[in-house]
Nanobody
Framework: QVELVESGGGLVQTGGSLRLSCAASGGTFSSYALGWFRQAPGKEREFVAAVSRSSVKTDYGDSVKGRFTASRDNAKNTVYLQMASLKPEDTAVYYC????????????????????WGQGTQVTVST
């Protein structure tokens, strides 16, 4: 049973920064591609960022490119999302996701491509 637990969300002012963490247990972390998604009230879940199994490749949604950075630490079974220059439109529940994958460099971008999901952490950016 794979479990993903996000942390690090909270309330921040426009222009501020936050770092989200997602700790995994119960599986083989090094075999996962890892993603971050977000969902605002009344909207569909949106791709934010992802890290390949190899850690070499990352990918980002257009709305966060240049502001967010995804990374992983296989020794700690943890994936991170460093968020900077936050905007009110970044307000959402942020979810981490994982899937076992053989390809080292593939970046899944669709929710349907992921098997495991965390419970989410709220990020609120005030004006």
């Amino acid at each position: 049973q794979v479990e993903l637990v996000e942390s690090g969300g909270g309330l921040v002012q426009t222009g501020g920064s936050l770092r989200l963490s997602c700790a995994a247990s119960g599986g083989t972390f090094s075999s996962y591609a890892l993603g971050w998604f977000r969902q605002a009230p009344g909207k569909e879940r949106e791709f934010v960022a992802a890290v390949s199994r190899s850690s070499v490749k990352t990918d980002y949604g257009d709305s966060v490119k240049g502001r967010f950075t995804a990374s992983r630490d296989n020794a700690k079974n943890t994936v991170y999302l460093q968020m900077a220059s936050l905007k009110p439109e970044d307000t959402a529940v942020y979810y981490c996701a994982a899937r076992t994958i053989g390809r080292l460099y593939y970046i899944p971008r669709l929710t349907s491509e992921y098997t495991y999901w965390g419970q989410g952490t709220q990020v609120t950016v005030s004006t």
